[in-house]
Structure formats: structure tokens, C-alpha cells
């Protein structure tokens, strides 16, 4: 009987764009990501969009979540998003976290975030809308 080809893991790259530096929440949701079996790279704190988009192809990643409190994701995350773009590193979904007010969430979502998670957001919840987004429900 033949094995059935095994799929390789989900690669996410998980970044803190800006000065933000509460890196707590986003370790969470990196190590969740990697229990549920992901291939989780972690880019940490203080990065700028150009050294996100820059892991993001280098790494080769199905999907990018980024962490961001400091108030500056209306300036951080259409620069990531336009670079994404521009740099043509192909349709790779992006995903936010943090405190991001509802009007600014719309905006983000119109310019092509695919899912925002505020505070108290399951971590179950997560993994699933990772899947999701990369087309990977197993």
C-alpha cells in the first residue's frame, strides 16, 4: 500500500514591528503555533517592516503574524503589507495582534490583514485561523 506524502509544516514568522518592546504575548502565540505543529520562526523585538518582509522570503513562510501595543500599526502594517507586494514575495497572508481600535481594524482588513486578534483571543483560535489562511486544516 502507498504512504501517503507527508506535507511539510506550516512556516510562520511571527515579528514585533516598531519600538513596542512586550514581547510576551507574541512568544505565546509562537509557542502555541509550534505545538500545534508549525515550523515557528521568531524574529523578535524592534524589527523594522523592511527586515519583516526580508524573513518573510528568506525564510520562505506560508504566513507572518505580527505583534504590535505601541499604537503605531497604522503606520507599521501598510508598509509591511506594501512591501509584501512590492518585494513580490507572493500571496503570504498576514495576521495581527494586539490592541487595535475597530476602526482601524476595518482599515487594515480593507488593505488585506486577513485576521485581527485583540486581547483575550484563544489561542486555539489562532492555530485554527493560521490553518485557514494557508489552506492547511490538517
Not at 476602526?103 to 490583514?113: I, M, T, Y
Not at 483575550?120 to 494557508?134: D, F, N
Request: charged share 25%; hydrophobic share 45%.
Amino acid at each position: 500500500m502507498p504512504s501517503a506524502k507527508k506535507r511539510p509544516p506550516i512556516r510562520v514568522l511571527i515579528a514585533k514591528p516598531g519600538l513596542d518592546g512586550h514581547d510576551r504575548g507574541a512568544k505565546v502565540v509562537a509557542r502555541a503555533l509550534r505545538d500545534a505543529g508549525m515550523e515557528v520562526i521568531y524574529a523578535g523585538l524592534r524589527q523594522t517592516p523592511e527586515a519583516i518582509v526580508q524573513a518573510a522570503m528568506e525564510e520562505d513562510v506560508d504566513i507572518v503574524g505580527l505583534s504590535i501595543l505601541s499604537g503605531a500599526h497604522m503606520a507599521l502594517i501598510p508598509k509591511i503589507l506594501e512591501l509584501i507586494r512590492k518585494e513580490g514575495a507572493g500571496p503570504i497572508p498576514v495576521f495581527v495582534g494586539g490592541i487595535i481600535p475597530d476602526e482601524d481594524a476595518r482599515r487594515l482588513r480593507k488593505l488585506g490583514v486577513k485576521a485581527i486578534f485583540g486581547p483575550g483571543a484563544s489561542l486555539q483560535e489562532i492555530v485554527e485561523s493560521a490553518k485557514r489562511l494557508t489552506g492547511r486544516t490538517s
